[in-house]
């Protein structure tokens, strides 16, 4: 019996997708920050509502099927459509759209941006 929450990520102003509800396990126990310079302040609102664990993206990697959630910061079109490939729910703190060679897994299901602290609610 786990104690996760779950928590609600609405998009932010200008942002796209969504909202996304996000529910760590214990098979997916990582808020998974992918935006240099440490765990960003989305990823540790996520981390603190749900009880699941922050965890830099960039000074380590995990595999793909331990990540509750990414949180980036790509406003171009790499990370922005890998973690949506991958499935795995992704969080961009910029208010981008889908577009590159990726968009066609970047859906509303799995991805939303513009995304502030303020943003994050419990579900």
Not at 69 to 76: F, N
Not at 80 to 94: F, N, S
């Amino acid at each position: 019996m786990s104690d996760y929450k779950s928590v609600k990520v609405n998009q932010g102003r200008g942002g796209w997708g969504g909202p996304l509800t996000v529910t760590p396990t214990d098979a997916k126990p990582l808020i998974y920050s992918v935006t240099g310079g440490g765990i960003h302040p989305v990823a540790a609102k996520i981390a603190e509502l749900t009880g699941g664990e922050a965890f830099d993206g960039f000074k380590s990697s995990a595999p793909f099927d331990k990540i509750a959630v990414a949180v980036i910061d790509c406003g171009g079109t790499a990370r922005v459509g890998v973690y949506p490939m991958k499935k795995v729910l992704t969080v961009d703190v910029h208010a981008t759209s889908p577009a590159g060679p990726l968009a066609q897994f970047i859906t509303e299901e799995l991805f939303v941006s513009g995304v502030k602290p303020d943003d994050v609610e419990p579900a």
